[in-house]
């Protein structure tokens, strides 16, 4: 199993530009996570889908930010317009019963937008 | 809501010493209990984990840790640290039925020799 594989490792791009993160998730699992890490604000929840269907959407900041995941081997995460506050690193996480066996993080996507 | 606070921001030890990083948590609703750690620039990996039964749990890489109902604890312990394990450290609660995990700040591990 390769694990829960994100893409791009580093993206950095100007402000203004739209960012596509992408995530594909362990096979087998029905739960997918977006995960935002800040030195400021630490791991937050963005939001989450169950079964590729968004669950809890709360934790995103605002309407700049999208996300979606129309399979179940496929997400993105999607920032249009980026502004500099947006740098952080980006993970995806998966799980199946996560309670028993707990998530599965990608290695995350650095974002640095200039 | 739910909320989880870890107590200490960095935590400084010698090698081979022991250590304790400590987290509560606030929850109107049973949560299940996880600790995960990070090493630089990689993502979050599974420690261990409280669902039920008995309150101390054993993880990967010696790491125990001891829930406590009524303190609302679940703080992490090792007998002897590494400097391999210098690390940030997370403890996360799962609010049952929810599916969803919610993490303290973190914790920095710095084991020195």
């Known amino acids: 199993d390769a694990g829960v594989i994100q893409s791009p490792r580093h993206e950095v791009t100007e402000m203004g530009q739209e960012v596509t993160l992408r995530c594909k998730p362990i096979s087998g699992h029905d739960y997918l996570f977006w995960y935002r890490q800040t030195m400021m604000r630490g791991l937050e929840l963005l939001i989450y889908f169950n079964n590729n269907v968004p669950i809890d959407d709360s934790g995103m900041p605002e309407d700049r930010f999208s996300a979606k995941m129309p399979n179940a081997s496929f997400s993105t995460l999607k920032i249009q317009p980026s502004e500099p506050r947006d740098s952080a690193v980006y993970f995806c996480?998966?799980?199946?019963?996560?309670?028993?066996?707990?998530?599965?993080f990608g290695s995350g996507t650095r974002l640095t937008v200039v | 809501a739910q909320s989880v606070t870890q107590l200490d921001s960095q935590v400084p030890v010698f090698e081979e010493a022991p250590v304790e990083l400590r987290c509560n948590y606030s929850s109107s609703v049973s949560v299940y209990l996880f600790w995960y750690v990070q090493y630089p620039n990689q993502g979050l990996q599974l420690l261990l984990k409280?669902?039920?039964?008995?309150?101390l749990v054993k993880g990967i890489n010696g790491f125990e840790a001891e829930f406590n109902k009524s303190q609302t604890s679940f703080h992490l312990r090792k007998p002897s640290v590494h400097i391999s394990d210098t690390a940030e450290y997370f403890c996360?609660?799962?609010?049952?039925?929810?599916?969803?995990?919610?993490f303290g700040q973190g914790t920095t591990l710095q084991v020195k020799p």
């Open positions: 409280y669902l039920s039964g008995s309150t």
């Open positions: 996480a998966s799980s199946f019963r996560q309670e028993v066996y707990g998530y599965t």
């Open positions: 996360a609660v799962t609010p049952r039925g929810t599916g969803k995990l919610i």
